[in-house]
Each structure stands twice: as C-alpha cells, then as structure tokens.
C-alpha cells in the first residue's frame, strides 16, 4: 500500500505563488507515476500534471500538463524524500480549488490511492 500526505496550500493574492507537496510512503517501489489533480466547487476535477515517478535520469524529466496551468505550474521530485511538489506560480482567482496529489501503477492504469486533499484560494 502506499500513502500520500500532502501540505502546502493556504491563501494567495492574484499574481503570487503557492507550492504544495505531497509525501509518499509505504509501498513506493510500485508507483509508476504520480499525479495533480483539483476540483472547484461545483466543477469536474480537472488534471492539473503528472510526473513519472523514477530514478532514472534520462525519465526524470517526463511531465505532463493540463492547459489552464501549463507554463504557470511545474512538478518536480525529490528523490531522496519520495516527495513530490507542485510549485504554483501567477497564480489566478480560477486556481481555487482542493488540490489532489495521487499514484498510479502503471501506465495505462488508474489513480488508485489519494492524497487527503488540500485548499488553494487565490483572491484577485
């Protein structure tokens, strides 16, 4: 099993930036990617990025984004701390939502294991 603790978050103007991280435990050995999803009140969860979770040099760099965040958020691991972080810059009021970190196994498999959840409020 693994586990996914997140922190970060909290409250930012329009324009600032936020990171949250997301601690994995457990199992980890199995993780093939982990993901960053949010959903605001009343909306779908929407994707926000995946980084494949690997040690291998030549793979580290494999990140995908969601279109409402490319070039405004990046994700990076740390290897040694099995953490993985979201770094949020200019930030826009349409950023609120409860951010989500999760895993999954394989490639084409599902995110099967959730993070608790945390709140990002941006205010314009």
């Known amino acids: 099993q693994v586990q996914l603790a997140e922190s970060g978050g909290g409250l930012a103007q329009a324009g600032g930036s936020l990171r949250l991280s997301c601690a994995a435990s457990g199992r980890t050995d199995t993780i093939y990617a982990m993901g960053w999803f949010r959903q605001a009140p009343g909306k779908e969860r929407e994707f926000v990025a995946r980084?494949?979770?690997?040690?291998?040099?030549?793979?580290?760099?494999?990140?995908l984004y969601g279109d409402s965040v490319k070039g405004r958020f990046t994700t990076a691991r740390d290897n040694a701390k099995d953490t993985v972080y979201l770094q949020m810059d200019s930030l826009k009021p349409e950023d609120t939502a409860v951010y989500s970190c999760?895993?999954?196994?394989?490639?084409?498999?599902?995110?099967?294991?959730w993070g608790q959840g945390t709140q990002v409020t941006v205010t314009s």
């Open positions: 980084i494949k979770w690997t040690t291998s040099d030549s793979e580290a760099g494999i990140v």
């Open positions: 999760t895993v999954r196994k394989t490639a084409t498999g599902r995110y099967d294991t």
